[in-house]
């Protein structure tokens, strides 16, 4: 049987990437990079052999998806930051058997879903950037499952998750690691004032309200927490509407999770959202 060895919710901002470049912006995410840098190393002394990364930046508007090709490659270009994110290099091994074993499970709990190995879609860079920084040496198979759902239930995606740590641990020989890859809050800057909030949040109130859910999670008050996230996900414009965390909470155990979430980089705002990499005490 398998092992769960580590879950966290993690950032993947492209200004990570531009932080690598020369220019006024060098090494302005380096606390960031240094925070992927750590959970990757933790994941190499846990004997991890995959990670399995539910993308908010995988828009599905039916059914859940998991894209679990044999193997990735490419050079990516960001549609929506082309100026951020350009002319990325990437090479990964992937893991078709985990990612079946995955979706039938899933799908035995209700909640369908499709596995896509043979297929020509692509890595989303909510997995391309922490991949970037933790994978580089590509010693991780990869899985990616859409978390950007327009049209989806919190509770399915709880679901999902639950599903995800029933496949690792009951059908898969393996140690594998989650990551919910999104903002806390996510109001970007509006257009035409954006760079001046490379390093600002966007409201005073979006703020608030992200600290205080840090807050709870590292008193491990999941209770309150998971009873405010539909709230949560709406008001302060979380990123893919919160799935990713609703995936990552359902495979951690929902509100009877007894975790207290250490944090790795601590909260820090990018174009006008909310970001943290926490790692969550797998229980």
């Given amino acids: 049987m398998g092992t769960l060895a580590l879950a966290a919710k993690i950032t993947h901002v492209p200004s990570m990437y531009l932080s690598e470049l020369p220019g006024p ?16 190393r933790r994941c ?3 004997g991890v052999d995959t990670i399995v990364v539910f993308d908010t930046h995988w828009l599905v508007n039916s059914g859940y998806h998991i894209n679990c090709a044999e193997h990735f490659s490419g050079t ?28 039938d499970a899933a799908t ?8 896509h190995d043979q297929t020509s879609l692509t890595l989303e860079y909510g997995t391309l950037v922490p991949m970037r920084y933790m994978n ?8 990616s499952i859409s978390a950007m759902c327009t049209v989806h239930n919190l509770p ?3 679901a999902l998750g639950r599903a995800v740590r029933t496949a690792i641990e009951e059908e898969y020989d393996g140690t594998v690691a989650i990551f919910a890859s999104g903002s806390l809050s996510h109001r970007f800057a509006q257009n035409g004032v954006s760079d001046q909030y490379l390093n600002k949040i966007w409201d005073p109130f979006l703020e608030q309200v992200d600290l ?3 807050e709870l999670w590292e008193k491990g008050d999941w209770k309150t927490f998971t009873a405010m996230l539909p709230m949560y996900a709406d008001k302060c414009w979380g990123e893919g509407f919160m799935h990713d965390t609703a995936m990552l909470l359902g495979a951690l155990g929902w509100d009877e999770y007894q975790g207290k979430v250490e944090v790795v980089t601590p909260y820090f705002p ?14």
């Fill in 25 to 40: 912006n060098h090494g302005c995410r380096a606390a960031a990079i240094a925070g992927h840098q750590e959970i990757g």
């Fill in 44 to 46: 190499r002394d846990l």
């Fill in 76 to 103: 990516y270009t960001s549609n929506e930051l082309p100026h951020f994110i350009k002319n990325l290099d990437y090479a990964y091994p992937g893991n078709p058997r985990l990612g079946h074993l995955m979706a």
């Fill in 108 to 115: 035995k709990a209700g909640v369908l879903t499709r596995a």
């Fill in 136 to 143: 580089e040496d590509q010693r991780f198979k990869v899985v």
């Fill in 156 to 158: 399915d995606s709880a």
């Fill in 212 to 214: 205080r859910v840090v």
């Fill in 270 to 283: 990018s174009s006008g959202t909310g970001q943290i990499n926490a790692v969550f005490p797998v229980r």
